[in-house]
Structures are given as C-alpha cells and as structure tokens.
C-alpha cells in the first residue's frame, strides 16, 4: 500500500511516542509547534525558554508536537501525553475561526498551528489532560472554547497598550509591566498566596469575549482578562496572557505554577500505568 509523506511522518512520530512511553520515569509533555519559513525551507520550532520551563519547571520531559493539522491522529496522540502546553508565538490565530474581521495586510499567521491546536485543546482537557497555555495558547484556548479576539488592543478604547518596545533589549522587553489582580478564592490567587502579580506584557490581541464554559482567574488594571480555567475541566487547565516561562526559576508564582502543571501531569501519568 502506497503511504504518502504525511502518514508515513505520522507513523513516525507515533513510533517516537511508544518508545518514550515503554518505561516512563517522567511524565511526556506535549508542546505543539509553529511552522515557520526559515530561509527557503519550513521548520516546525518551539522557543527553548518554553522546553526549559517544562522541564526544570514541571520536572517533565518536552516533547514538540509537529503542526500538521488533519495529518495527526488526535485521539491516538493525545494518548500517549500526559500534558500539553500551549506557547506564545509572534502569529495571530486567524480571525475567520472566531467569526473576526479580516487582519491587517502583513499581519503574521500559522495555519497549520490553527489547524493543529484547535482541534487538539478542548479533546486534551475534555480526556481529563492537565494544560497550560500561554500567550498565543491562551487566546487559542479561548477561540477553541468558542470566544473572541480583539486583534489590537491598543486600538480598543478603554485599553492601555499591552505590547512590548520591540527596539529595547530583551530583558526590558519580558520585565514587569503591570499588574494582574487575581480572582479571590481561584486556582491562581491560590497558588501565588496573594491577590495581585506584577507580570510582563509582549501581546496585542487580548480576549473580546470569553469563551463558554471558562472562568476568569486574572484581570490588568485596564479590565483585559489576563488569566482564565476551564470550570468543568477533569484536571489543571489554565490559561495565562504573560509569559511565566521567562526566567521562571526566578518567580515564585512561576515556579508554583509550572509545578502544579507538572503534578497534575504526574497524576495523569501514575492513573494511565495503575
């Protein structure tokens, strides 16, 4: 029988999987790429601060989800994960899966990313998967719940602009920006132990309208949702608009949040081999 390159990539990858999964000591955590153009060839990359936080953060081991949209086996995939975490990234989610208007000409998208998560977040969390999103992962998570974007911010009156100075170093670039207050008595006021957060801001799309069946956890000084859970979620399935991933050995809320990822994994992992 004839394969052609998709399935046979499929295969492959799945082959991976089984191996990692014959004797696991730490649980497998799923992070799905982007597809980008790189020269004249497509690569399919994740930033290292995000493998980093996973693996010194959660105590788990990263593993990168090709984004090939139609040409993964969900079910069979999300089966052999114990987590998936959901990265920030420079592209938007096309506007037409939120019913939005159309981008700005230049405006920079990943299809095939849109085509690979969407799909893949509300089947995760539905099989009880603990996730994490963040940046361009919890706006995805609010378009697979079925919320809207507002793709500038800035241009929203009533909104401060939430973007980064892309000409100062990096390290202004992720610093401290502006609060976050968080819900009283909800997943993460519980786990930073206080009621507000300094946190870095680097997005100009936001939440327009929340998606069914999520509740807010964390809000800017100018009302933007910062922070989201899925109310009927079997395990942790959060959703965050800054970036905890930076420098996250360094944060205490950091540190508390990708390790309570990482337990809930460890949980899922240890139910999966009882």
Known sequence: MWLNAPVLRRRG??????????RKSKPLIGIPADRRLLGAH??????EKYIAAVADGARAIPVLIPALGDGLDL???????????????PSNVQPHHYGG?????GTLHDPERDATTLPMIPRAIAAGMPVLAICRGFQEMNVAFGGTLWQKLQEVEGFRDHRENKDQPVEVQYAPAHPVQFVAGGLLARLAGRATLDVNSLHSQGVQQLGAGLAVEATAPDGVIEAFRVIDAPA??????WHPEW?????????????????AARARAARQTS
């Open 247 to 263: 420098k996250m050995q360094t944060n205490d809320f950091s540190r508390a949040l990708f390790g309570a990822f990482g337990d």
């Open 13 to 22: 990858f799945l082959r991976l999987l089984k191996i990692l999964n014959v």
């Open 42 to 47: 497509y690569f399919h990359c994740v930033g």
């Open 75 to 89: 079910e069979d995939l999300l089966e052999r994960f114990d987590g998936l975490m959901l990265t920030g990234s």
């Open 236 to 241: 942790f399935a959060v959703g965050v608009q």
């Open 101 to 105: 208007p159309a981008s700005d000409p």
